[in-house]
């Protein structure tokens, strides 16, 4: 299983950013699919996921703010992040999870700048 992620970069505080995962599978084929961050010197954590059922989670610090969603036809996962804080900066991680296990992309850099 490939996770290809897109969308990264820099951003100014309060900005937006778009995040793309691409799973090399049929999506469906996985319980959830989503993204957790990991910043300098933190755990990795949740940021949001969307399950197959399209039930969405959110961090607290996500609500409100982001917005994941998902196009089965291109086997994608999206992610709006919507006044992005200082605080936002760090690599973030598409995940999916399946009966085979989980699966990690790369990770791509966000650097929210204030």
């Known amino acids: 299983v490939h996770l290809a992620e897109s969308g990264g970069g820099l951003v100014q505080a309060g900005g937006s950013l778009s995040l793309s995962c691409t799973v090399s599978?049929?999506?469906?084929?996985?319980?959830?699919v989503g993204w957790y961050r990991q910043a300098p010197g933190k755990q990795r954590e949740l940021v949001a996921r969307?399950?197959?059922?399209?039930?969405?989670t959110y961090a607290d610090f996500s609500k409100g703010r982001f917005i994941i969603s998902r196009d089965t036809a291109l086997n994608t996962v999206h992610l709006q992040m919507n006044g992005l804080k200082s605080m936002a900066t760090a690599v973030y991680f598409c995940?999916?999870?399946?009966?085979?296990?989980?699966?990690w992309g790369q990770g791509t850099q966000v650097t929210s700048s204030s």
């Open positions: 995940h999916a999870n399946s009966l085979s296990g989980n699966f």
């Open positions: 599978e049929n999506i469906l084929n996985f319980n959830t």
């Open positions: 969307i399950n197959v059922g399209v039930v969405t």
